[in-house]
Each structure stands twice: as structure tokens, then as C-alpha cells.
């Protein structure tokens, strides 16, 4: 019954987005940028117990301004990411004012400069995104100040606030935050024809202390451009520093042999939060859009094979 609803919920989507692509309400206030519907599919092979598992989500969504005049606009979109276990939604609603052609002002919940690295939600990318990507900061509640290719912003996070760095320059993206939860991260982006990389350190502190050091990284290479064949490299390390018992000699007066005391021990331990790689190929039809592939977990010591298929 399940799998029933699930196939009627798409064929539904893929009708009500057919009819929207038709529609063109010739407005200049009005603008639809974008509007998705895909459906992702992860199929992992373990060969320790010889079983299988699959994941399957679908997403819609839509992106919708409104120009109030040549300077002040209202910016939204909504993404809602549908899965078996759970219902996910993600969407972002501010007010946009352009003092220029290169300044300009956001506020409401908007996307950090950090979250601009990352790929658009109401997209196939933004569903198909990478690990070390999606350990990005998210859109939040706040502020930010764009001038030509500098963003400044400053958020709130539950209970923390966030100040946000952005600096652009050709194939070249940096973003740097600091949160009042003693958390500071820095994330460079490169990007030129056949090769997209990512880079990203991430810490917090604890009474002048790190309690973490995180590392992610993501590769990718065409390698074969006409085909749309690519491999990819993504992945995470950790540092952290943690207390284990350790066996201490004592020695006491009198003794010819020193007694043994338990004591601890602070080390610095170093963990692979998530190691992944794998070889992709683009196809594109007249009306969808597909995505193959298969990758190699280390992390969870599985074959996975992937299909994404989009319109």
C-alpha cells in the first residue's frame, strides 16, 4: 500500500509540474525560477552478511519572487523531501531591497553565505548533495549585507547566534562563521570546467580547548566530458580529544616493587565520520533527466548503486 502511495504521489507531481512549466502568466512581478520534482535511489550491497538495503526519496518543490518594484522584492521556496521513514520540509521566505546593481539587503530566513556553497534546495543536486556539503550551515533566521561579490550575515540558531563571511572571486568561493556556541568553521569552494573540489574545517572549543576538529573534503573529475562521466571523492575525518584509563607505576617506600595506580589519560583520536567513492553518468532526454552511478562506503563497508531521475 505504501509503495502505491508513493507511485501515486509521483505521477500526480509529474502532472501538476508538466501543467506549471506551460504556464506563463506574462507578469514582471510574478517570476517562477524554479520548480522540481525527483526521485532519488539508494540501493547497498553489503558483502559481510550477503543482504541488501534500499533508501527512496522523493522531492518536490518550487521557487516564486515577487517584485514589488525595481527595488524591493519578496523571495521564496519550499522543498519537501518525502521518504518512508520520515517527512522532510525545507524552505526559505525574505524580503530582498537593492540599493544597486551590487548592493543589496536579505533579511527573514535566508541562506547564510556559508549555505550558498551548498547546492539549491529545489533541485536535483540540492537532493542529490554530498555528505561533506550537507554538513554546512543551513538557511537560518537573519540578515545579510551583499556587496558585488562580499556577503556579510548574522543569524539565530535556537538558542546561539551565528556571524557569516562570504568572499567570491571567479572559480573561487570562501565562506568563514562563528557561532556564540564556541563554533568556527571555514569552507573553500573551487570550481573550473572538469573539476569541482571542497574543503572544509570545522571546530569547536571548550574553556580555551578544542573538543572537535572536523575535516571534510569533496573531489569531483570528469573524466570522460562527452559521455558526462565523473568520479568523485567524498568524505570526513574527525578529532577529538578523549579520556582513556591508563595503568600508572607508583612507587612507594619500602617496596621493591611499584604498585600499580589507575589514572587517566587525555589523547587525541582520529575517526573517519564518512569516506565514499564512486563514478557517475549524466544522461538527459527530452523530458527527464537521469543520473547513474555506483560508489564504494568504507564507512559502512557497502556497494552502493545510485539512480536519480528528475524532470
Not at 227 to 249: A, Q, T
Request: aromatic share 14%.
Amino acid at each position: 500500500m505504501k509503495k502505491l502511495s508513493f507511485l501515486v504521489i509521483l505521477l500526480f507531481s509529474i502532472f501538476i509540474l508538466n501543467a506549471q512549466m506551460s504556464i506563463d502568466t506574462k507578469s514582471e512581478k510574478f517570476k517562477i525560477p524554479r520548480i522540481y520534482v525527483g526521485v532519488l535511489n539508494y540501493t547497498n550491497f553489503s558483502p559481510e552478511n550477503m543482504k541488501t538495503s534500499s533508501y527512496t526519496s522523493l522531492r518536490i518543490g518550487g521557487e516564486l519572487n515577487y517584485n514589488i518594484n525595481k527595488k524591493l522584492s519578496v523571495n521564496s521556496f519550499m522543498a519537501n523531501e518525502i521518504t518512508k521513514e520520515n517527512n522532510i520540509a525545507i524552505a526559505c521566505y525574505y524580503v530582498k531591497y537593492n540599493f544597486s546593481n551590487k548592493i543589496n539587503l536579505q533579511f527573514g530566513q535566508v541562506a547564510t553565505p556559508a549555505t550558498l556553497i551548498r547546492p539549491h534546495p529545489v533541485s536535483s543536486d540540492g537532493q542529490f548533495e554530498s555528505w561533506s556539503s550537507s554538513q554546512l550551515p543551513n538557511a537560518g533566521l537573519g540578515i545579510m549585507l551583499s556587496i558585488n561579490k562580499i556577503k556579510l550575515g548574522v543569524y539565530k540558531r535556537d538558542n546561539s547566534y551565528e556571524f557569516h563571511g562570504y568572499l567570491k572571486n571567479r572559480n573561487f568561493s570562501m565562506s568563514s562563521w562563528y557561532s556564540t556556541e564556541n563554533i568556527v568553521g571555514t569552507v573553500i569552494d573551487y570550481k573550473k570546467k572538469r573539476i569541482q573540489t571542497t574543503f572544509t574545517v570545522k571546530s569547536k572549543f571548550v574553556d580555551s580547548n578544542y573538543d572537535y576538529i572536523q575535516i571534510n573534503y569533496f573531489f569531483a573529475h570528469s573524466v570522460n566530458k562527452k559521455n558526462n562521466l565523473f568520479i568523485y571523492l567524498d568524505g570526513g575525518n574527525e578529532i577529538r580529544e578523549e579520556i582513556f584509563p591508563v595503568l600508572v607505576p607508583v612507587f612507594v617506600p619500602g617496596w621493591e616493587e611499584p604498585r600499580m595506580m589507575l589514572d587517566e589519560e587525555v589523547r587525541n583520536v582520529l575517526r573517519i565520520n564518512h569516506l565514499q567513492i564512486g563514478i557517475l553518468k549524466f544522461l538527459k532526454t527530452k523530458y527527464v533527466k537521469l543520473t547513474m552511478g555506483c560508489a564504494l562506503d568504507y564507512t559502512s563497508r557497502e556497494f552502493v548503486g545510485i539512480l536519480q531521475i528528475n524532470i
